[in-house]
């Protein structure tokens, strides 16, 4: 990224609070009213739906938000990850796979200073000039090094009365253990924010809370209606209220300490939505002729511990929001069997019936798609699957366990959850000098925030290499 200066922020500062998960249908239309701050930003500045990536999730979306790269170019397409062609073999992504720069990898070559709490990928923590940075909620505990530099952790330790909570177990029954933990986490994350910001320098400041995407996982059905499990009066079923209101009250006192000089901005990575069930891939692909096992399984197993006949192997996927699936090719796998050549009208014809045969639990014609990495991104690098599926839409999850009695569930595989994540995040911008209005704007994409970001700091981007583009409309706002 270029450094050709413009004067365009003069010595104004920009912060980002970070909100994961959060859609619009929640906190711009049922909760506006309840949530004072954020209806005073919505009402004077700027709003509107941002766009996520493919896939939506967590990990990558802010990164791609955070370097204006897709999935593609990062090579980072979720949580987990396949290790080249093995069959059994995973591995996490942490911020070592993230080689793209960030913003405030940006920021600091051009000597401006950086606050960065909890965005994810952050364990281990980067050592990064005129940063100082606390990792986020993939962090295995409090006894790692955490922090940038590292005697930062002391103070966060300090101002978190010695637990500083990365995240809460969440896919549990045990619904009022995750209440306590999420709120308590949530305060603790604030005291820390609040701490830095008036403590440390910085011309740019961004934090992530991952508390909004653990409450809709675990509190859903409680609190929208239209959930298929939705009991009305439960005692949750204002927990969505509660929770944003505390958020609420702290985003307003951290405006207030960031100041008449910055321009303000509440972020998310993605939406949420309610979960209709989880559709069994594999045990489907097995049906389709496309998976086989030497041994059937006898109960619910994990597909990486299942037996299967590789000989007889076209095809297997894994679970989780979208499924990816992998063909057993020969050459490339170990005991592959599909002939390179065929590679790829097998591709086509899978997702055909991905796209065209599959129904929901009624019987009824799933809205699947299909994506094949290279075509979606352009440059598809690292470790990427071969197909990318959603299930109606993102309402059903994939399930890539087999042994189940049929090809839909009505829990997660993993544990219990009671949302999935849409493609919609939230925009908010706010400038404490001037009334913009509450102009929504359209067609944000999160591939735009980065360039945007940097835009407004003079710093002139690079067409060439980047995925999204300069807002011109927040830029001159």
């Known amino acids: 990224m270029a450094n050709e200066k413009t004067t365009t922020m003069k010595n104004r500062k920009i912060a980002i609070i970070g909100l994961d998960s959060v859609p619009p249908e929640l906190m711009f239309q049922k909760l506006l009213n309840k949530l004072p ?4 930003m919505y009402e004077r500045g700027l709003h509107g739906n941002l766009v996520t990536c493919h896939p939506p999730i967590t990990v990558p979306a802010w990164m791609v938000m955070m370097t204006g790269k897709n999935p593609g170019k990062l090579g980072i397409y ?5 290790r080249g062609y093995v069959y059994k073999d995973g591995y996490i992504v942490n911020s070592t ?5 960030t913003v405030w990898q ?8 950086s606050i960065v709490l909890g965005i994810p990928p952050g364990y281990p923590p980067k050592q990064i000039e005129n940063c100082e940075i606390v990792s986020c909620f993939i ?9 940038n530099p590292p005697e930062l952790k002391n103070e966060v330790l300090n101002v978190s009365k010695g637990k500083y909570i990365f995240d809460v177990t969440f896919r549990t029954e045990n619904r009022d253990a995750i209440k306590k933990e999420l709120f308590e986490m949530t305060e603790k994350r604030f005291d820390v924010a609040e701490y830095l910001v008036k403590n440390k320098p910085w011309d740019f400041f961004i934090m992530h809370e991952i508390g909004f995407d653990r409450l809709h996982h675990a509190f859903w059905k409680f609190f929208d209606p239209t959930h298929p499990k939705y009991v009305a009066g439960n005692q949750y079923e204002h927990l969505d209220e509660e929770y944003y209101k505390m958020v609420d009250g702290r985003i307003g006192n951290l405006v207030t300490l960031f100041g008449e000089d910055c321009l303000t901005f509440v972020l998310s990575d993605h939406g949420s939505k309610g979960m209709h069930g989880a559709f069994c891939v594999n045990q489907w692909l097995e049906k389709e002729g496309y998976l086989a096992f030497k041994t059937p399984p006898s109960g619910v197993t994990d597909i990486e511990k299942a037996d299967i006949d590789w000989s007889k192997t076209k095809a297997w996927g894994w679970g989780g929001y979208y499924a990816r699936i992998f063909f057993n090719v020969e050459g490339r796998e170990p005991n592959g069997i599909i002939d390179p050549k ?16 599959i129904v929901d639990d009624k019987g009824r014609k799933m809205r699947n798609s299909v994506f094949e990495p290279d075509e979606l991104y352009g440059t598809a690098l690292g470790d990427k699957p071969d197909l990318m599926a959603y299930f109606g839409d993102l309402n059903w999850r994939s399930a890539g366990t087999v042994g189940h009695d049929s090809l839909y569930l009505f829990e997660n595989d993993t544990g219990p959850d009671d949302s999935v994540h849409s493609m919609n995040g939230i925009f908010l911008m706010y400038d404490p000098k001037r ?8 067609g944000l994409r999160i591939e735009d925030i980065a360039p945007t970001l940097l835009s407004m700091y003079g710093i002139q981007v690079p067409k060439d290499s ?4 300069v807002l011109e409309e927040v830029v001159r706002a």
Not at 106 to 113: A, N, R, S, T, Y
Not at 466 to 469: A, T, V
């Open 342 to 357: 065929d590679l790829e009208s097998e591709k086509k014809k899978l997702a055909d019936k991905i796209n065209n045969s």
């Open 466 to 469: 980047i995925d999204g583009h």
């Open 78 to 82: 979720g949580f987990r990850h396949r």
């Open 139 to 147: 962090t295995p505990s409090m006894d790692k090094a955490f922090t």
């Open 106 to 113: 940006v920021l600091g070559q051009e000597g401006k200073k």
């Open 435 to 442: 009334n913009l209005g509450g102009r929504e704007l359209r």
């Open 37 to 40: 701050n954020i209806k005073k």
């Open 97 to 101: 796979h993230v080689k793209e720069e």
